[in-house]
């Protein structure tokens, strides 16, 4: 599977943003789909997940704030963040794998090339 990744630019602290992941291929339903994030200096880390079956796990510090969702129909995952903060910062990239949802990036075999959220104070 091949994977695109938009939505991403510049907001103010406290705004929102919606990143997009489009995905090719004809079994997107069976790919568990996650949102990672890197910062400048920091390793890659979990964001949120969604599994083929719909269970969506969140890191600690984006729950309540960011929604991850799909559209089968579409082959597409998204991420709303709302009340954004500079600690928010970073490439988000957007990755699959089979069916289940994991936190490590090294379980994902698949990713989109990332794209920029910044957030100014």
């Known amino acids: 599977v091949q994977l695109q990744a938009s939505g991403g630019g510049l907001v103010q602290a406290g705004g929102s943003l919606r990143l997009s992941c489009a995905a090719s291929?004809?079994?997107?339903?069976?790919?568990?789909m996650a949102w990672f994030r890197q910062a400048p200096g920091k390793e890659r880390e979990f964001v949120a997940a969604?599994?083929?079956?719909?269970?969506?796990p969140y890191a600690d510090s984006v729950k309540g704030r960011f929604t991850i969702s799909r559209d089968n129909a579409k082959n597409t995952v998204y991420l709303q963040m709302n009340s954004l903060n500079p600690e928010d910062t970073a490439i988000y990239y957007c990755?699959?794998?089979?069916?289940?949802?994991?936190?490590?990036?090294?379980?994902?075999?698949?990713w989109g090339q990332g794209t920029q959220v910044t957030v100014s104070s």
């Open positions: 969604i599994s083929w079956s719909g269970s969506t």
């Open positions: 990755a699959a794998r089979t069916f289940t949802v994991r936190s490590d990036p090294a379980e994902y075999g698949h």
């Open positions: 291929g004809r079994t997107f339903s069976n790919y568990a």
